[in-house]
């Protein structure tokens, strides 16, 4: 089992920039591979990047792509979300979800583990 704890979140102007930090307990962090996902009131749970847990391959979102970079530090067992260019369509709840598989999936029930998330709000 792993606990998962986000931070970094925050308000921020269009154009500008946040990075989120998810800290990771209980287990041997690089045995999972890490997803960030966002929920905005009144949608659904999306999926914003995904990272394997060796680091090698990352994936994004049609809508981050460019924009955003997903990374991880297993020796400090985090993983980060850098946001650039952030756009008020960014606005959302953010989580860290954990998946001890090295299989990327986007689909958020592929994850087990779920961190309680941190607030991203992008002004115009």
């Known amino acids: 089992q792993v606990q998962l704890v986000e931070s970094g979140g925050g308000l921020v102007q269009a154009g500008g920039s946040l990075r989120l930090s998810c800290a990771a307990s209980?287990?041997?962090?690089?045995?999972?591979?890490m997803g960030w996902f966002r929920q905005a009131p009144g949608k659904e749970r999306e999926f914003v990047a995904a990272i394997t847990w060796g680091g090698g391959s990352t994936y994004y979102a049609d809508s981050v792509k460019g924009r955003f970079t997903i990374s991880r530090d297993n020796a400090r067992n985090t993983v980060y979300l850098q946001m650039n260019s952030l756009k008020p369509e960014d606005t959302a709840v953010y989580y860290c979800?954990?998946?001890?598989?090295?299989?990327?999936?986007?689909?958020?029930?592929?994850?087990?583990?779920w961190g309680q998330g941190t607030q991203v709000t992008v002004s115009s």
């Open positions: 209980g287990h041997i962090f690089s045995t999972y591979s």
């Open positions: 979800a954990a998946r001890r598989q090295e299989l990327v999936v986007r689909n958020p029930t592929g994850y087990r583990y």
